[in-house]
């Protein structure tokens, strides 16, 4: 059940979206096309607010008609966006929440694209996911984690979230759910993994960890526990969570029967691996 206190943050963020969608304002879609089609401007900055401008859509597609269709078409949207994101500029850090919307969109070809795209975690890319991905007293190391989780690589996973737990830095107390999480996924240890995501959605912990929210998503669900369960079920693991900030209707793995490129650009983009190095 749904309190009043997340359907008012609920209403309160839909018409934040709403407004921030009129000509002039942040999500100002077609000014953000004008500049990509004519190579003026700005374009890469652009293709980022159309992004943001996509995960909108998807959340307003849900929290206003339930429209799960139209929820994935947007997510696929975002995704496809945030893929021609990194294979202009590959070196651009990753995180966790890069991975919500490929999985939400439920595209194959895009899930198998974000889970084989390492080149931010590497040495060679200069980012700081690739200077910290192995220092478990950074963020670095639990947004890798999610990378190793959606691969299935637990021999890796594993000992990583052994070493975190096993000393757990002062001002990362926070995040042992999240390597609980891996660990009973590796497992397949379904009811651990629920009781990971019970404490993932929990009101002091989601309080104490907001500012890993973006304002697009932060009124309505909890990004890291919508990822993870989402890669559990990737994995064959229906996991449940008794939350509104994980809404139960997503978490099925169901491809639409087909996907719309909603931009012109989109249809132009290279599925392959980065395209470049820079």
Not at 32 to 61: Q, W
Not at 262 to 274: I, L, N, V
């Amino acid at each position: 059940m749904k309190s009043a206190d997340y359907l008012s943050d609920v209403r309160g963020a839909i018409n934040l979206l709403r407004y921030r969608m009129q000509p002039g304002e942040y999500y100002d879609a077609e000014s953000c096309l004008r500049f990509i089609e004519t190579n003026s401007g700005d374009p890469y900055a652009c293709k980022e607010r159309l992004h943001m401008y996509a995960i909108a859509k998807a959340m307003l597609s849900w929290c206003e008609a339930q429209d799960l269709e139209g929820m994935k078409q947007w997510s696929y949207v975002a995704a496809k966006i945030r893929r021609i994101l990194f294979q202009e500029r590959p070196a651009k850090d990753c995180r966790t929440s890069m991975y919500l919307t490929p999985l939400l969109s439920d595209h194959v070809d895009l899930v198998e694209w974000f889970s084989r795209f390492d080149y931010p975690f590497t040495s060679g890319s200069g980012s700081l996911s690739g200077k910290r991905r192995n220092n478990p007293k950074t963020d670095e190391y639990y947004h890798y984690n999610t990378l190793l989780a959606l691969r299935g690589d637990w021999e890796t996973l594993v000992p990583r979230c052994e070493v975190f737990l096993g000393d757990v830095p002062a001002k990362l107390g926070s995040y042992q759910a999240d390597s609980r999480f891996h660990m009973a996924l590796a497992e397949g240890d379904v009811a651990r993994m629920e009781a990971s995501l019970d404490e993932l959605v929990e009101p002091k912990l989601m309080k104490r960890r907001q500012e890993e929210e973006s304002a697009t998503t932060g009124p309505f669900i909890c990004t890291f526990a919508v990822v993870y369960a989402k890669i559990a079920w990737l994995h064959g693991h229906r996991v449940q969570v008794s939350s509104p900030y994980v809404p139960k209707e997503w978490l099925p793995i169901a491809p639409l029967p087909k996907y719309e490129d909603t931009f012109a650009f989109m249809a132009q983009s290279d599925d392959s691996m980065p395209v470049g190095r820079t």
